[in-house]
C-alpha cells in the first residue's frame, strides 16, 4: 500500500528566511510524485510533478527535489503570499492511476 | 475555460437526507475523482473514474455512490447522510495513464445535523 508522509504539520518563517518542507514516501514503481498548493477555503492547485531520483522542478521562490524515498520542497526568500498548505501526493505502478496524499504542511510567513 | 464547477459550495442536510454532489469539468479529461478532507488530514479518495461507464470504490467508499454516463459530469450521491459525512468534498480530474496530475475544484462544504 502506498504511503506519505509529510513534516512538518506546521512551519512558521518569517518573511526572507528560507526552509523546506519534507514528503517522504512508500511505494510500488513510482510513477510520478505531485506537489501541491492548496490555499484556504479552495482546492488543490497543481505545482510540480517529479518521475525520478535526481530530478529537480522550479518555480518562482519554489523548487522540488526527488530522491528513491523522500522528496523537499525548498522555499527561499518566501514572501508572506506564500502562506498556505503544501500537499504531496504518490502514483504508484499498481494503483490505476490513483494518487495518495499526505496529510499536508501548513506554511505561515510573516512581514 | 472553467475547469472543474463544483456545485453546490455549501450544503446543511439533515442526518438521513440524501442529496447529490455536482462536479463536471470542459478538459475533455477522462479520470474523475472524488475526495473527502477532513480537518487537519489530507484527502481520501471516495470513488474515482477513469472514463464513462467505468467506475471503481477508493479508499472510503462507504455510503457514497456515483455514475459517470458522460465524459464531463462525474456526480457523488449520499444515499442517507449520517454525521460522520461532514466534510469538504474535491472533485478532480486529470488526463489519462499513470504520472498525471490532477485538476480540482473549490470543493463542497457539507454539513450533516
Known amino acids: 500500500e502506498d504511503q506519505v508522509t509529510q513534516s512538518p504539520e506546521a512551519l512558521r518563517l518569517q518573511e526572507g528566511e528560507s526552509s523546506s518542507l519534507n514528503c517522504s514516501y512508500t511505494?510500488?514503481?513510482?510513477?510520478?510524485l505531485f506537489w501541491y498548493r492548496q490555499d484556504p477555503g479552495k482546492g488543490p492547485e497543481f505545482l510540480f510533478t517529479?518521475?525520478?531520483a535526481g530530478e529537480e522542478k522550479e518555480k518562482e521562490r519554489l523548487k522540488a527535489t526527488l530522491t528513491k524515498k523522500e522528496s523537499f520542497l525548498h522555499i527561499t526568500a518566501p514572501k508572506p503570499e506564500d502562506s498556505a498548505t503544501y500537499l504531496c501526493?504518490?502514483?504508484?505502478?499498481?494503483?490505476?492511476?490513483?494518487?495518495?496524499f499526505g496529510d499536508g504542511t501548513t506554511l505561515t510567513v510573516k512581514p | 475555460n472553467a475547469g472543474v464547477t463544483q456545485t453546490p459550495k455549501f450544503q446543511v442536510l439533515k442526518t438521513g437526507q440524501s442529496m447529490t454532489l455536482q462536479c463536471a469539468q470542459d478538459?475533455?479529461?477522462?479520470?474523475m475523482s472524488w475526495y473527502r478532507q477532513d480537518p487537519g488530514m489530507g484527502l481520501r479518495l471516495i470513488h474515482y473514474?477513469?472514463?464513462?461507464?467505468?467506475?471503481d470504490q477508493g479508499e472510503v467508499p462507504n455510503g457514497y455512490n456515483v455514475s459517470r454516463s458522460t465524459t464531463e459530469d462525474f456526480p457523488l450521491r449520499l444515499l442517507s447522510a449520517a454525521p460522520s459525512q461532514t466534510s469538504v468534498y474535491f472533485c478532480?480530474?486529470?488526463?489519462?495513464?499513470?504520472?498525471?496530475?490532477?485538476?480540482f475544484g473549490d470543493g463542497t462544504r457539507l454539513s450533516i445535523l
Open positions: 478532480a480530474s486529470g488526463k489519462q495513464g499513470s504520472g498525471q496530475p490532477q485538476h
Open positions: 511505494v510500488s514503481g513510482l510513477r510520478g
Open positions: 517529479l518521475y525520478s
Open positions: 501526493a504518490v502514483q504508484g505502478a499498481t494503483n490505476a492511476g490513483k494518487s495518495t
Open positions: 478538459m475533455n479529461h477522462e479520470y
Open positions: 473514474s477513469v472514463g464513462a461507464g467505468i467506475t
